[in-house]
């Protein structure tokens, strides 16, 4: 399973430094109403599939979701048409195959990029930076989504690194978005969405200068962004945290801070879905004795530093774990010796999906499909959700 954390999961493995972050007010953006919204009146309750875990695409039970996230397809970093290979196409056609025997009403969306690091933020950040490359990516993204029966298309640039990347990608969201109209109109065809995965705040300032994502371009443009609510804290910190806490009393490292910050800026809360991870971080404690959030820690715990939720689970019973609750934070952790994990379970994920409803946001998704365990988290969510 290590593999899908290769992907989408950045690994920050340098400290955050978000104290440019500041609380100003700032006039709101003013968008057209959301057609993602029309068209998806219980709202958005997505999962991503990880193509390269092995997981089988006609496993997933679309009951509790309604759209799947294939994930994921590359550009070349030479001509920035999506580079789609013989491995591609082979997972390509098994989730186009299993769609088959899937509740006809869940969308499927063809998402490009990951958080793969290395070479793929400069590959974005030069498609982007030209007109010409920029259309011939979008042109073909669009002729992989119609050639697969795809109903939309996401970007997952993790992430653009400095302000002139972040313009580009204005530029790319509208170019892209009038291509997608365009499209439709001469095939007579449904619109392709257009969705983004984001960093969870509408700021970065870590690995490079401080820079703030076009927001008036997404609020126009974009059907919706889904903010990566996950991975504030990680073994690469020499304490333990919460890596998906809804709150945090000290810093801004919170989903509550990162969904704020995107509707400070302007983006309608309808365009926004939020990120909940299916997936545990884990440290070793250097002393088993101080188990609390942020007790000193020397590296990886189980799994080499992150457990699927169905194995956390295991872990908890195969080690008689002690739980925690921690309802400041909103999230779990339990400890067993010197390994301790950071998780979301049950509780967390409905106080989650509360917030997102309280915030009005337009839903959330999850990373990722395959990490589960008989579909707890899923449906509880859905249910959450919709009721
Ligand atoms: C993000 O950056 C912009 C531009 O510097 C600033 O106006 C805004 O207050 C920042 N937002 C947050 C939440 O820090
Ligand atoms: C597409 O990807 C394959 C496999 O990584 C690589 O060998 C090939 O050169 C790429 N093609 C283009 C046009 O980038
Ligand atoms: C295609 O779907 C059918 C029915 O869902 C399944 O039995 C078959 O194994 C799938 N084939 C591939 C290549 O995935
Ligand atoms: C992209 O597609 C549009 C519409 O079909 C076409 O006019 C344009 O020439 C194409 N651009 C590239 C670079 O392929
Ligand atoms: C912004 O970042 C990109 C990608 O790292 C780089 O190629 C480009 O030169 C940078 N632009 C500026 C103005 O710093
Ligand atoms: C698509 O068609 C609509 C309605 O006919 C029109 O208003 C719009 O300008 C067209 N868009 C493009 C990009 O062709
Ligand atoms: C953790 O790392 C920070 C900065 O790298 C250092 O200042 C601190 O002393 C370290 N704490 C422990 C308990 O090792
Ligand atoms: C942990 O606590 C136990 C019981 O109080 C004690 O025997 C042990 O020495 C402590 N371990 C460490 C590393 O402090
Ligand atoms: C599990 O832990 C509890 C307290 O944390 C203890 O009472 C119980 O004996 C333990 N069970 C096993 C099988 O170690």
Same mark, same amino acid.
């Given at each position: 399973?290590?593999?899908?954390?290769?992907?989408?999961?950045?690994?920050?493995?340098?400290?955050?430094?978000?104290?440019?972050?500041?609380?100003?007010?700032?006039?709101?953006?003013?968008?057209?109403?959301?057609?993602?919204?029309?068209?998806?009146?219980?709202?958005?309750?997505?999962?991503?599939?990880?193509?390269?875990?092995?997981?089988?695409?006609?496993?997933?039970?679309?009951?509790?979701?309604?759209?799947?996230?294939?994930?994921?397809?590359?550009?070349?970093?030479?001509?920035?048409?999506?580079?789609?290979?013989?491995?591609?196409?082979?997972?390509?056609?098994?989730?186009?195959?299993?769609?088959?025997?899937?509740?006809?009403?869940?969308?499927?969306?063809?998402?490009?990029?990951?958080?793969?690091?290395?070479?793929?933020?400069?590959?974005?950040?030069?498609?982007?930076?030209?007109?010409?490359?920029?259309? !011939?990516?979008?042109?073909?993204?669009?002729?992989?989504?119609?050639?697969?029966?795809?109903?939309?298309?996401?970007?997952?640039?993790?992430?653009?690194?400095?302000?002139?990347?972040?313009?580009?990608?204005?530029?790319?969201?509208?170019?892209?978005?009038?291509?997608?109209?365009?499209?439709?109109?001469?095939?007579?065809?449904?619109?392709?969405?257009? !969705?983004?995965?984001?960093?969870?705040?509408?700021?970065?300032?870590?690995?490079? *200068?401080?820079?703030?994502?076009?927001?008036?371009?997404?609020?126009?443009?974009?059907?919706?962004?889904?903010?990566?609510?996950?991975?504030?804290?990680?073994?690469?910190?020499?304490?333990?945290?919460?890596?998906?806490?809804?709150?945090?009393?000290?810093?801004?490292?919170? !989903?509550?801070?990162?969904?704020?910050?995107?509707?400070?800026?302007?983006?309608?809360?309808?365009?926004?879905?939020?990120?909940?991870?299916?997936?545990?971080?884990?440290?070793?404690?250097?002393?088993?004795?101080?188990?609390?959030?942020?007790?000193?820690?020397? *590296?990886?715990?189980?799994?080499?530093?992150?457990?699927?939720?169905?194995?956390?689970?295991?872990?908890?019973?195969?080690?008689?774990? !002690?739980?925690?609750?921690?309802?400041?934070?909103?999230?779990?952790?339990?400890?067993?010796?010197?390994?301790?994990?950071?998780?979301?379970?049950?509780?967390?994920?409905?106080?989650?999906?509360?917030?997102?409803?309280?915030?009005?946001?337009?839903?959330?998704?999850?990373?990722?499909?395959?990490?589960?365990?008989?579909?707890?988290?899923?449906?509880?969510?859905?249910?959450?959700?919709?009721?």
């Amino acid at each position: 399973m290590s593999i899908t954390f290769l992907f989408f999961l950045t690994i920050f493995n340098f400290s955050f430094d978000h104290g440019a972050f500041a609380l100003a007010s700032k006039p709101r953006v003013s968008a057209p109403s959301s057609i993602g919204r029309l068209l998806h009146p219980q709202g958005i309750r997505a999962a991503y599939w990880p193509s390269f875990t092995g997981y089988p695409a006609s496993s997933i039970d679309t009951s509790y979701f309604s759209h799947i996230y294939y994930a994921f397809v590359l550009p070349s970093p030479t001509t920035y048409a999506l580079n789609v290979t013989s491995d591609d196409v082979e997972k390509l056609l098994e989730f186009a195959n299993a769609t088959g025997s899937w509740n006809p009403h869940a969308k499927t969306v063809l998402s490009i990029g990951g958080g793969g690091g290395g070479a793929l933020p400069g590959i974005f950040s030069q498609m982007a930076s030209q007109a010409c490359s920029r259309a !011939t990516f979008i042109n073909s993204t669009i002729k992989i989504a119609r050639e697969y029966n795809f109903d939309g298309v996401d970007l997952d640039w993790e992430f653009p690194s400095n302000e002139s990347d972040m313009s580009n990608l204005g530029l790319l969201f509208k170019e892209w978005r009038e291509a997608l109209e365009y499209e439709a109109n001469i095939t007579k065809r449904v619109r392709l969405i257009l !969705t983004s995965a984001v960093y969870y705040a509408s700021n970065i300032s870590f690995n490079g *200068g401080p820079r703030s994502y076009p927001i008036q371009a997404i609020s126009q443009y974009v059907d919706w962004i889904s903010p990566m609510c996950f991975d504030y804290h990680g073994s690469w910190e020499n304490f333990t945290g919460l890596h998906s806490a809804l709150y945090d009393p000290y810093t801004k490292l919170s !989903t509550d801070f990162g969904i704020g910050s995107w509707i400070q800026a302007g983006v309608p809360p309808k365009k926004i879905v939020m990120g909940l991870p299916l997936y545990g971080r884990t440290w070793s404690l250097a002393n088993p004795n101080i188990t609390t959030v942020g007790a000193p820690a020397t *590296g990886t715990g189980p799994g080499s530093g992150l457990l699927v939720y169905s194995q956390v689970i295991d872990f908890n019973r195969d080690n008689n774990a !002690t739980i925690v609750f921690d309802d400041t934070r909103i999230s779990y952790y339990s400890y067993a010796g010197d390994s301790w994990v950071s998780y979301d379970d049950i509780g967390s994920i409905k106080s989650k999906v509360h917030y997102a409803r309280t915030r009005s946001l337009g839903g959330y998704f999850f990373w990722a499909l395959g990490q589960d365990l008989d579909w707890a988290i899923s449906s509880t969510a859905s249910q959450a959700w919709l009721t």
